[in-house]
């Protein structure tokens, strides 16, 4: 049975990467019909929209894509094309495994986690009001009328909301995805001693969704003590889930852990939908120049075949990945050590090697 995937290359060094792991998902064997679709900078010049209906029209319909990274342009009037895409589907999950495969430069030896961010709401609802406009005068009054606390009034306001059911859902998939992956803990984190009604909700949730996993141990940390134990310690961490603003920050951490950008693989899932990219951008400077690491889109295009239920083939092209990262002939310069003077792989010769190991 062929799977139908929705395919959008994006902006920057996106179609490079995009067309990299098009070729090593294929040479896998599974078979899939693209559904190729635009979004972003270039999407908004040829089409005057950022996010095209006909795009969130393919991903409703396939419930599946691979994705390039975009660039929201500011003319748009979207204030993010990604947040807005996650919101409109309902992605609730952003989920970014951060694991150190032998071969890859990084000072820390043995990490294996996975980050669970919670993608829409907390700091990312998209609701701001913009300093000196009338609504957030008013806005202001009421902070000031209800609560006795002035605001100053060239001040700009982003709403955070949690909420109970966004709180009980984003554990769940952590709990879940923690015992699917024969995990041993998840650790929540969270700011709730400052922010009692919001993430007080959040932790106050976590601990009764944990209490329903018993096989599972549970834990939480306050999130900056969270970032300074990654740094320390981070072999000591399983599955953490998080709200959205210290997922994204933790995410990119967690990148750092184990290479850096070139090699962090991600999804965005929902209930019934599910995005595939890695954490990096668009990466401006390396686009169209042959030169961008294509590893952690390929890695996610593993998770894909995984969600496609095609774990075996997801597993192969891991392992193929994970080879060619332990050989270290074929890897693109941002893995090179310094001193090491092999000449780095291109983005089209990464490809290459990795659909050697597949099909040779
Ligand atoms: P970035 O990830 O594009 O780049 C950060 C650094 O990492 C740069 O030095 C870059 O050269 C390097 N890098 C990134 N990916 C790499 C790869 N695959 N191989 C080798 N080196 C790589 O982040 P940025 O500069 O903050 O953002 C650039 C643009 O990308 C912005 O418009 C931003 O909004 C957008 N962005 C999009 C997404 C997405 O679509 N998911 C995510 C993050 C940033």
Redesign the pocket.
């Known amino acids: 049975m062929s799977h139908r995937v929705t395919l959008i290359p994006?902006d920057?060094?996106g179609p490079e990467?995009v067309e990299a792991t098009r070729r090593v998902v294929e040479a896998t064997g599974v078979a899939i019909e693209w559904d190729r679709q635009e979004m972003g900078a270039g999407a908004f010049a040829r089409t005057g929209s950022p996010l095209p209906g006909a795009t969130l029209d393919s991903i409703r319909g396939t419930g599946v894509a691979l994705k390039g990274?975009?660039?929201?342009p500011i003319t748009s009037g979207m204030r993010s094309v990604?947040v807005t895409l996650r919101q409109d589907l309902d992605l609730y999950a952003c989920v970014r495994p951060c694991r150190r495969y032998p071969g890859v430069p990084s000072v820390y030896g043995d990490v294996d986690l996975i980050v669970v961010r919670e993608n829409t709401e907390g700091m990312y609802t998209g609701i701001e009001f913009a300093m000196g406009e009338p609504d957030t005068k008013e806005l202001l009054r009421f902070i000031e009328a209800a609560t006795g606390r002035r605001i100053r009034e060239d001040s700009g306001v982003s709403i955070k909301t949690i909420s109970r059911e966004g709180s009980e859902r984003i554990v769940r998939y952590a709990f879940e995805l923690a015992r699917a992956r024969g995990r041993h803990r998840v650790t929540a984190s969270h700011k709730a001693n400052i922010m009692k009604v919001t993430d007080g909700v959040f932790l106050e949730v976590a601990r009764v969704v944990a209490a329903s996993y018993a096989d599972l141990a549970f834990d939480d940390r306050i999130i900056d003590a969270l970032c300074m134990e990654l740094i320390r310690t981070p072999e000591r961490f399983d599955v953490l889930v998080m709200p959205n603003l210290y997922g994204d920050v933790v995410s990119d951490l967690g990148a750092g852990l184990i290479g850096g950008?070139?090699v962090a693989p991600g999804g965005h899932l929902g209930d019934t939908m599910a995005v595939f990219?890695?954490t990096?951008?668009?990466?401006?400077?390396?686009a169209g120049r042959n030169l961008?690491?294509p590893v952690?889109l390929m890695l996610s295009g593993a998770m894909l075949l995984r969600h496609l239920a095609e774990g075996e083939a997801g597993d192969r092209l891991e392992a193929a990945v994970a080879a060619i990262l332990a050989d270290g002939t074929h890897v693109?310069r941002?893995l090179r050590e310094p001193g090491d003077d092999r000449p780095p792989a291109t983005t089209v010769g990464v490809a290459d090697a990795v659909v050697s190991a597949l099909v040779g």
């Open positions: 994006g920057g060094i990467v990274p975009v660039e929201t990604n950008l070139g990219e890695a990096h951008g668009t990466a401006p400077r390396l961008a690491n952690g693109t941002d």
